[in-house]
């Protein structure tokens, strides 16, 4: 049920919802002076969340910084965290945006800087299908020479709070020792390091796929550009979901 319920409630939470319900607001009401305030508050709601240099900074205080590797010697396993492909209407599948941190665990496994690589991922729409992300990310490891036997899956989480609870006892029967390396999206770090830590699983954040800019300013980062707002809503459904999880 809260699964449900999160995923009906993201529509509230995104910056272009605000927008969009702010300016249906000014059109419905009557009252020149509200429907004046009403214009002009949803005109400033979009000017500064589609300002890069806004969440650019924003990102750099939200973000982990990666956590130095030791210099010598292997960590047992990466746990990486689903998301990063898709399905397609056909049946087919493919690697997303996200697709970073698929990269970096198999850079890690073929450096051999980790001996194993867990996948942890089933299908988190809300009216699921028969695809689990997992089992087909195993096929794509496979197509890399990765051996089975390196390979772990957990195939039926659908956030990161079960990809938490259903990851641990996999690693817990497979005897791998801790800590472990957690890889996921920069902006998805910080919820996942808080989740993970509370079940108990000893990680070292591994962030990948940044979304903005670290930089020296240019003026580009001062001119308006709609992808911030994705972007934007991308960092509020995470600093929500940390919230409510560190009240849960």
Request: hydrophobic share 45%; with cysteine.
């Amino acid at each position: 049920m809260f699964f449900f319920f999160s995923k009906i409630l993201e529509f509230f939470i995104y910056p272009f919802s605000w927008i969009i319900i702010l300016a249906v607001a000014a059109l419905l009401v009557k009252k020149p002076l509200l429907k004046k305030k009403l214009f002009v508050s949803a005109a400033i709601v979009l000017f500064i969340f589609s300002e890069p240099v806004v969440i650019n900074q924003f990102a750099k205080l939200w973000d982990i910084q990666p956590v130095p590797l030791k210099k010598k010697g292997a960590y047992s396993c990466a746990i990486v965290l689903g998301g990063f492909s898709s399905e397609l209407a056909n049946g087919g599948y493919y690697f997303n945006g996200s697709a970073d941190r698929f990269i970096q665990a198999l850079k890690l496994f073929q450096t051999g800087r980790v001996t194993h690589i867990l996948i942890t991922g089933g299908n988190g729409s809300l009216l699921p299908d028969s695809f689990r992300e997992s089992d087909w990310v195993k096929t794509q490891l496979q197509e890399f020479k990765v051996p089975d036997s390196c390979i772990l899956i957990e195939d039926k989480s659908r956030n990161t709070l079960e990809n938490a609870s259903f990851t641990k006892p996999i690693l817990d029967s497979a005897h791998l020792q801790q800590p472990y390396l957690l890889i996921t999206s920069a902006y998805h770090m910080r919820r996942s390091v808080q989740i993970f830590k509370k079940s108990k699983i000893d990680i070292i954040p591994y962030p990948t796929n940044y979304l903005t800019s670290d930089g020296y300013l240019g003026v580009d980062d001062f001119i308006p550009d709609p992808s911030a707002l994705e972007i934007w809503n991308i960092y509020m459904k995470e600093v929500i979901g940390t919230v409510v999880n560190f009240l849960r």
